[in-house]
């Protein structure tokens, strides 16, 4: 429809070297988003996922997975640029398989089979536009483009809870700019964050096409970060840094069927 989308999905791996673990086999994926942009710019945004997984081995832990991520934004763009703040809502809960996680014993908790989380979250993502119609080419017109992005999510203990489709992403120019650390839905990220960019670019006055963007940023840590994958060693992933690395990006357009980005 105009506003929802909908999807069912299934996926399964097959191992062709020995010796290497099998991830978890999805089974099914029902998903359900919907977004809506109101009169007065205001955002309202659902996405409401459950998935069920299992593994060719009874000694790991399988079941279902709830996650949940709602929340109500302001969406304002000009030709100036941009302002969207978010306030939001994250739940994530489990359905246990009880055999599975302790074969030995029947009088599991019931926490330990349907554990789950919830962080509210608040985030800010904005940007300026600047034109110089006049620049170093005669025929391009330069941008200049400041980014600021803000993201607050609070930590809450999740040791508890399974990995079952999830990685830490790796470092980059757009991970600075992303809300979570992490891809699939196992962890809920604790950040809290403020990332400052800067991007120019060279576009041609007649065609409009862009010919170069170059960008920049930083990220700043006000708080160390706590939530960590089981497999990870909390000394290999520079968790308490203050600082990210600086990220630069890079693209460049030689003619219509060429492109390079970095």
């Known amino acids: 429809t105009d506003h929802w989308k909908f999807t069912l999905e299934a996926l399964d791996y097959q191992s062709i070297t020995y010796g290497i673990e099998s991830p978890y086999r999805l ?15 205001v955002t309202i945004a659902i996405d409401t996922q459950q998935s069920e997984f299992s ?14 991520n709602y929340n109500i934004g302001l969406d304002k763009r000009s030709d100036w640029g941009y302002f969207t703040p978010k306030i939001g809502i994250q739940h994530l809960a489990y359905q246990l398989n009880n055999a599975a996680l302790d074969p030995e014993n029947a009088a599991i908790d019931s ?12 985030s800010l993502d904005a940007g300026l536009r600047f034109e110089k119609l006049n620049g170093l080419f005669s025929s391009y017109k330069q941008t200049l483009e ?58 041609n006055k007649h065609s409009g096409q ?25 000394s290999l992933n520079n968790l308490e840094r203050k600082k990210s690395d600086i990220a630069l990006k890079l693209s460049l ?10």
């Open 253 to 262: 357009r030689i003619n219509n069927n060429w492109r390079i980005n970095n």
């Open 55 to 68: 593994h060719h081995s009874d000694s790991l832990v399988s079941g279902g997975r709830t996650r949940l």
């Open 146 to 203: 400041p980014r600021l992005f803000y993201i607050n999510s609070n930590y809450h203990n999740q040791k508890h809870l399974p990995d079952f489709d999830s990685q830490e992403m790796m470092p980059s120019y757009s991970q600075l700019f992303s809300p979570d650390r992490f891809t699939g839905g196992d962890r809920i990220s604790d950040d809290h964050r403020l990332t400052l960019g800067l991007s120019t670019s060279y576009i």
């Open 210 to 234: 862009e010919k170069l963007r170059a960008s920049i940023a930083q990220a700043v840590y006000f708080d160390d970060r706590k939530v960590t994958l089981l497999q990870l060693d909390n």
């Open 111 to 122: 926490q330990q089979l349907n554990p789950e989380v919830t962080t509210p979250f608040v």
């Open 27 to 41: 089974k099914s994926r029902l998903s359900a988003k919907g977004n809506y942009l109101l009169d007065n710019d």
